[in-house]
């Protein structure tokens, strides 16, 4: 199982960035994925997290509105669009494979496979 995330940098508040994560090694249609984040000293948070199909969608409070995920199964791949960049959003992010399906699609503990992170830095 392998998960590569890519698409972070440097960009301006206000600006945007599209983020994708790459999955292999599994068969990709059956699983919901989720994106997390997590700034310097600070827990690691869900943003996000898509359903197989792609169907159904889940949002943080605090991106929903700006943060927009999609899923093209035939790609393998998760995508996620931010727009409207605050520099509280700047932390490395994260995509997961998900395995548990509680209600809290937030919690870490209900992802078993992660990428390795890319970097995302909101300028004020």
């Known amino acids: 199982v392998q998960l590569v995330e890519s698409g972070g940098g440097l960009v301006q508040a206000g600006g945007s960035l599209r983020l994708s994560c790459a999955a292999s090694g599994f068969t990709f249609d059956r699983y919901y994925i989720g994106w997390f984040r997590q700034a310097p000293g600070k827990e690691r948070e869900g943003v996000s997290c898509?359903?197989?199909?792609?169907?159904?969608?889940y949002y943080a409070d605090s991106v929903k509105g700006r943060i927009t995920i999609s899923r093209d199964n035939a790609k393998n791949t998760v995508y996620l669009q931010m727009n409207s960049l605050k520099p509280e959003d700047t932390a490395v992010y994260y995509c997961?494979?998900?395995?548990?399906?509680?209600?809290?699609?937030?919690?870490?503990?209900?992802?078993?496979?992660w990428g390795q992170g890319t970097q995302v830095t909101v300028s004020s």
């Open positions: 997961a494979r998900r395995t548990s399906y509680g209600s809290n699609w937030y919690s870490v503990h209900q992802y078993d496979y």
């Open positions: 898509i359903s197989s199909s792609g169907k159904s969608t």
